[in-house]
């Protein structure tokens, strides 16, 4: 049952959808010398693409893959295709890639049109041996690249959501269609099985997917039964929150912001009045966040500890994930 956010827009998702029907149509699509894994989503955020990303990069480069990662920067203040620098900032670069840049190590290129960034990524990385491949951050609407394998990750909240206006998908559930791989996550069951129903015939990851949050709470020298506040700007807030109060910690004080909120100094301020006044210990928040305060991040610091809570993903059965990945960018002597 469809759950939209905004029900008094559902008068205008068929001109939503038919303009972007068109928009997809006349886009025409490029492709780039290396092979390109995309991972997207169908809404406008909240599946959790990202720490997915952020995953396959990790196997593919310890397979011995080089890869790099092109996004499109959302958010960010510049202009054209640039690489991240991992000490840089998310106004420059935008939030997600700098995180991606931060957790893997590995190169991460910006452009609003992701062509650019991979033949900037390709100058710059071309020449030397072995087996390369472009993972394409936010691609599932991306139609100008041509992609050889498309992984959508979804939710049980994507499944109950509308269209936008009025809700949050930015394609029809139908879209899925088009996808090598659907990844959801491993404690939904009823998922899978709409997945297969709406005639879905590719494969389907199933994700663990964790919170370190008592590894955060040491960090910060919490102790346990002591409470703690937190806050976010991200998609679906809701996870976050539940995600620290599931094991069992107290969470004094939260606040939500809208997905990629720069904040302000005032309401940073607001944010450490109230963790105070309830007597918490530390503030947590997700790493996105922590990527985008930068040197705001001093402002919480001088009065709280403060920290991310890491959001790990894990594909089932990895291996052979990763054997079906390498045989469809042509890399089976890896296997």
């Not at 928009?23 to 997207?40: E, F, N």
């Not at 041996?129 to 498309?150: A, F, I, K, N, P």
């Not at 005639?199 to 346990?224: E, H, N, P, Y």
Request: aromatic letters at 4%; one cysteine or more; charged letters at 25%.
């Amino acid at each position: 049952m469809s759950r939209c956010a905004r029900p008094w827009l559902l008068p205008l998702t068929p001109l939503y959808a038919a303009g972007a029907a068109i928009a997809a149509r006349m886009k025409s699509v490029q492709q780039l010398k290396w092979p390109v894994i995309s991972v997207g989503n169908l809404s406008t955020g909240g599946s959790g693409k990202t720490p997915l990303t952020i995953e396959l990069a990790r196997l593919l480069s310890e397979a011995g893959v080089g890869v790099d990662i092109l996004s499109r920067g959302y958010g960010r203040k510049s202009d054209g295709a640039m690489r991240v620098n991992p000490q840089g900032s998310a106004e420059e670069f935008g939030d997600e890639p700098l995180l991606m840049a931060q957790r893997t190590g590995l190169p991460v290129y910006v452009a609003r049109q992701r062509y650019e960034a991979g033949l900037l990524a390709e100058r710059e990385l071309g020449g030397g041996s072995g087996v390369r491949v472009h993972l394409l951050d936010d691609g599932m609407q991306h139609r100008q690249l041509h992609r050889d394998v498309e992984i959508v990750s979804l939710s049980r909240h994507d499944w109950e959501d509308c269209l936008l206006p009025a809700g949050n998908l930015r394609e029809p559930l139908k879209a899925i269609r088009r996808a090598s791989v659907v990844a959801i996550a491993e404690d939904e069951p009823e998922l899978e099985r709409n997945i297969l129903d709406i005639g879905f015939q590719g494969l389907i990851w199933k994700l663990k997917r964790t919170m370190d949050v008592s590894a955060t709470l040491a960090r910060c020298g919490v102790k346990s039964g002591e409470p703690v506040a937190a806050f976010c700007g991200i998609a679906r807030p809701e996870q976050f929150f539940n995600g620290i109060e599931s094991v069992g910690v107290q969470l004094a004080d939260k606040k939500a912001f809208p997905d990629h909120h720069v904040y302000t100094d005032a309401e940073l301020d607001n944010i450490i009045d109230a963790a105070r006044k309830t007597g918490a210990k530390a503030l947590l928040t997700t790493e996105k966040d922590l990527a985008r305060l930068g040197a705001q991040r001093q402002l919480l610091e001088a009065v709280l500890p403060v920290a991310a809570v890491r959001l790990r993903t894990e594909i089932q059965e990895a291996d052979e994930a990763l054997r079906w990945l390498l045989g469809k960018v042509g890399s089976e002597q890896l296997v």
